[in-house]
């Protein structure tokens, strides 16, 4: 009997003592870890934040170095630049379209800007079209899109009946401009 009463005594002391303990040391650090963890989760939203925006500069920084003219004499400004023109049949092979006809057109300038307008002419079909305008829009040149017409007869869509229901590739004429900003 004395026994099971010691060990009810030092169970009740234990419980006390971690009671005591818990109250007066370990109450202030659970407050403690749930205000660091706050500013660490405002940190991290900083740090995120601060990332997107440094990647968004540097992605504009490039664009002006890429399309930013010292002179009227700078490369950029040249008629039919070479190295535009071997992008942009990089861009047409990686999306697997053929026989595009790429005649450049006159320049002009309007304001600070310098264009260089190109007649893009090709087949393909809707799905490699959008594809073709989305890497225009990630080029490192400035481009504009000035006009594009599908043309797509009636003949052509009633051949395409058959067995797979896909309809053909259509000619396409397109109109863009490469933008030159000029010092």
Do not use: H
Not at 83 to 97: A, Q, V
């Amino acid at each position: 009997m004395k026994r099971n009463i010691i060990l009810l005594i030092i169970t009740i002391l234990f419980i006390v003592i971690m009671t005591i303990l818990w109250s007066f040391v370990l109450t202030d650090k659970y407050d403690q870890i749930v205000d660091l963890e706050d500013s660490q989760k405002v940190a991290n939203e900083k740090f995120i934040t601060t990332q997107i925006l440094s990647d968004s500069l540097y992605y504009v920084y490039n664009m002006f170095e890429k399309n930013l003219a010292q002179s009227k004499n700078d490369p950029l400004n040249k008629q039919a630049s070479r190295t535009f023109i071997n992008d942009l049949t990089d861009i047409f092979s990686k999306i697997n379209i053929n026989g595009v006809g790429v005649s450049p057109a006159k320049k002009y300038k309007k304001g600070k800007y310098t264009y260089i307008p190109y007649e893009l002419e090709f087949t393909c079909d809707y799905p490699r079209f959008g594809r073709l305008l989305a890497e225009l829009s990630a080029s490192e040149r400035i481009i504009k899109i000035d006009e594009f017409k599908f043309i797509n007869t009636p003949d052509q869509v009633r051949r395409s009946s058959g067995a797979d229901k896909q309809l053909p590739g259509a000619k396409i004429t397109m109109t863009i401009s490469t933008v030159t900003l000029n010092k």
